[in-house]
């Protein structure tokens, strides 16, 4: 008898242990079988991610901030998968790539475009506050999130256990607000009103990452993030004396990205 519950309780460690140690590939096998597809897609020059979401009975797919340099890998994947890609829905105009969803435009029959409303960018779908993109029997909802620049949108999936947050909340860090009409109360207000209220294990999938991270939970972020930890005061001194250097691909991204990458594409 006490051998049997010791070999139990090792299949529940071991089990446990498997859960942990196969991280977000686990992760996307249980969301699969709520029927939704999801892909973290990572582009290696920028330290940017993408994310392929889609319906599984559908096959309506969604595509958040594609990069132009990953056009043909990213279509590849979807032709594999058998996917329709219906939507390519960037966070914010970016400094430091060019979108891919012009390019996308030109290979994918009936795709949109879409980004803020604020972001002075051209798309065809223009995107505000509470606004939602569905694929299928799912769907993203568009929270404002200004701050890195005026507009910073976070896509937050139906049941608010996704949150895709572009640069206004990194893992462990934020977006810089020293350029494109960034302000760092406005980013502090926008992390702690739209993405710090949502449910505490609500994972957080940024738009870059630099140490290799994948992916945050709203928690983590609210006991553990060094500058959104503090008090806005502090939290503005932190981000006036960051002194970063100027990206690199800005004076290219920026007027490529307000006309939907195709600036000289």
């Known amino acids: 008898m006490g051998l049997g519950l010791a070999a139990r309780g090792f299949k529940a460690a071991l089990t446990a242990a498997s859960w942990r140690y196969t991280g977000l590939r686990a992760y996307c096998a249980r969301m699969e079988t709520r029927g939704l597809l999801f892909r973290q897609l990572f582009e290696s020059e920028s330290s940017t991610y993408s994310y392929l979401l889609a319906d599984v009975e559908s096959r309506e797919a969604v595509l958040i901030d594609p990069v132009l340099e990953t056009v043909e ?34 290979r994918v029959f009936g795709l949109k475009s879409a980004i803020s409303v604020h972001s002075g960018a051209a798309a065809d779908i223009m995107l505000t506050e509470g606004d939602k993109i569905t694929f299928g029997r799912h769907s993203l909802t568009v929270r404002e999130t200004p701050g890195h620049t005026d507009g910073c949108i976070t896509y937050v999936t139906g049941d608010q256990s996704m949150a895709f947050t572009g640069d206004a909340l990194l893992i462990r860090g934020c977006g810089r607000t020293d350029f494109q009409q ?61 002194n970063l250097p100027k990206p690199a691909k800005i004076d290219i991204a920026v007027p490529a990205n307000l006309v939907c990458g195709l600036h000289e594409v």
């Open 182 to 242: 960034g302000c760092s109360k406005k980013l502090y207000e926008s992390v702690h009103q739209k993405i710090f209220t949502l449910p505490g294990d609500c994972l957080v999938y940024p738009a870059h990452d630099y140490k290799g991270q994948t992916l945050s939970t709203v928690d983590e972020e609210k006991k553990f993030n060094p500058r959104l930890t503090k008090s806005l005061e502090e939290f503005v001194k932190i981000m006036d004396n960051l």
């Open 73 to 106: 890998r990213d279509l590849k994947l979807i032709d594999e998968l058998g996917l329709k890609l219906k939507v390519a829905a960037n966070t914010h105009c970016h400094a430091d790539h060019i979108t891919g969803s012009g390019l996308l435009k030109q």
